[in-house]
């Protein structure tokens, strides 16, 4: 049954391709294109190279293009929070409370508002029927699976969502757009933060919109200063470059980060493992498991699961993980059918180190 599909046209092959194949299938489609950043960037989906390859394309599929205008909500909702979760000492993912609060929950609402049926984008995910509503899975490409960036949605806003490439491979993906002539077909995939400049990156960013301090690095074993770095709100827990040790033949690694008292814990690598990681924020496909429930965890978007089990409050690992950075999402997946996104919570710290 034809109907009506609001497309967010990103200026990628994926979402081109997304488009055509709804164009074919004989929905009603109009392209959509948000404009989220208006300050300088030279990388990302939001340049204006990006509207123009979408309108283009757009264009020849015969279809509408609108530009959304969506700047003061991208400041309030990913920019501003992105700037104070580092001078908490967090590390937070922009492109997934962009997700969260611009490209699905403000657009789906719009579509809804516009009369449209369902929100479709290029993501490589899959969107199935499940006995309680729709599932949300992994993409058939797992070099580009991005299941992990979209695991914060609710099983009611996947029942509005489509997404017509996750069941290809990439390679699929740009031999489609190839064989319709769309000037997308060739272009490289967005790789880096919209906002962030590469003449300038975090620390220019940042710099431009908050005081940065130095800080002291702290040794966990003896308590005593071993370095410097020129910006505490700059660190990463978890981080092991540019800490600028190694003098005494150690490895260390950001272990916590103070921004009030201007002080990282570094410790050896043995440090910077934990068995637990405190969740908050928590979002859920179809309701939270049970305290004890079996499930895999992944802690970044191409990283790899590990068995853990649900504690209520986070996740207790089998074994050992590497640190994650307060601010991090943390998708989780069913332990059994393991391409099945159960939901997602965002690190609040990893606790009982495991040391040895």
Request: aromatic share 4%; net charge positive; with cysteine.
């Amino acid at each position: 049954m034809a109907v009506r599909v609001l497309v967010a046209m990103s200026g990628g092959v994926d979402s081109s391709v997304a488009a055509a194949f709804l164009v074919e299938d004989g929905h009603e489609v109009t392209g959509a294109t948000l404009k989220l950043w208006g300050g300088a960037s030279d990388s990302g989906c939001c340049s204006v190279s990006d509207v123009e390859d979408a309108r283009s394309v757009a264009r020849q599929l015969g279809v509408p293009h609108h530009v959304f205008n969506m700047t003061s909500l991208f400041e309030q909702s990913v920019v501003s929070p992105y700037v104070a979760g580092h001078q908490r000492g967090q590390t937070p993912n922009p492109c997934i409370e962009c997700n969260r609060h611009v490209k699905f929950a403000a657009l789906l609402r719009r579509a809804r508002r516009l009369g449209f049926d369902a929100l479709a984008t290029g993501h490589h995910a899959r969107v199935v029927p499940g006995a309680r509503g729709a599932r949300l899975l992994r993409g058939a490409d797992p070099s580009k699976d991005q299941s992990y960036v979209l695991s914060m949605l609710s099983s009611s806003e996947l029942a509005q969502v489509l997404l017509p490439v996750g069941t290809m491979q990439k390679t699929e993906v740009r031999a489609v757009a190839r064989r319709l002539g769309l000037r997308t077909a060739d272009k490289a995939d967005s790789q880096d933060v919209c906002f962030i400049h590469s003449a300038t990156g975090r620390a220019g960013f940042l710099a431009g919109r908050a005081a940065l301090h130095p800080g002291t690095l702290v040794d966990a074993d003896s308590g005593a200063e071993v370095g410097t770095v020129p910006a505490v709100e700059l660190v990463t827990v978890g981080q092991r470059r540019g800490l600028g040790l190694g003098l005494d033949g150690r490895r260390r690694f950001a272990l916590a980060v103070d921004v009030d008292a201007r002080r990282v814990t570094v410790g050896s690598e043995s440090w910077a493992r934990s068995r637990s990681l405190r969740l908050g924020d928590w979002s859920w496909v179809d309701g939270a498991p049970e305290v004890g429930a079996r499930l895999l965890s992944q802690t970044s978007a191409h990283g790899r699961p590990v068995p853990a089990g649900f504690t209520g409050d986070g996740v207790r690992f089998d074994e050992p993980q590497r640190l994650v950075a307060p601010g991090q999402t943390v998708a989780l997946y069913d332990p059994v059918d393991t391409d099945v996104v159960l939901g997602s919570g965002v690190a609040a710290a990893a606790v009982a180190p495991a040391r040895g």
